[in-house]
Nanobody, 124 residues
Framework: QVHLVESGGGLVQAGGSLRLSCAAS????????MGWFRQAPGKEREFVAG????????YYADSVKGRFTISRDNAKNTLYLQMNSLKPEDTGVYYC?????????????????WGQGTQVTVSS
């Protein structure tokens, strides 16, 4: 079992920044890629960013490219998402998840463990 806990969400004005963290415990994410997803009210959950196990590759949704940065500290079993230049359309619940393999995956069903989510609200 892997237990993922997100933190760092909150209310921020447009143009502001937030840093999300995701702490992993249990069998952790050894040799697994990790990802961030988000779900806005009334919309389906969507991929935001992913990072492979060896931290040599990252991938972003077009909507956040250039504004968000995903990173991980494998020694601390922690995943991060630095979000800059936030927009109201970034509002939603943000989830971290463990991929089923070491490479970056973008589909929800390629992730087997999920956190409970953290709310991010960007006001205009």
């Amino acid at each position: 079992q892997v237990h993922l806990v997100e933190s760092g969400g909150g209310l921020v004005q447009a143009g502001g920044s937030l840093r999300l963290s995701c702490a992993a415990s249990g069998r952790t994410a050894t040799f697994h890629a990790m990802g961030w997803f988000r779900q806005a009210p009334g919309k389906e959950r969507e991929f935001v960013a992913g990072i492979n196990w060896s931290v040599s590759n990252t991938y972003y949704a077009d909507s956040v490219k250039g504004r968000f940065t995903i990173s991980r500290d494998n020694a601390k079993n922690t995943l991060y998402l630095q979000m800059n230049s936030l927009k109201p359309e970034d509002t939603g619940v943000y989830y971290c998840a463990r991929a089923t393999g070491p490479g970056i995956l973008t589909r929800q069903y390629d992730y087997d463990y999920w956190g409970q989510g953290t709310q991010v609200t960007v006001s205009s």
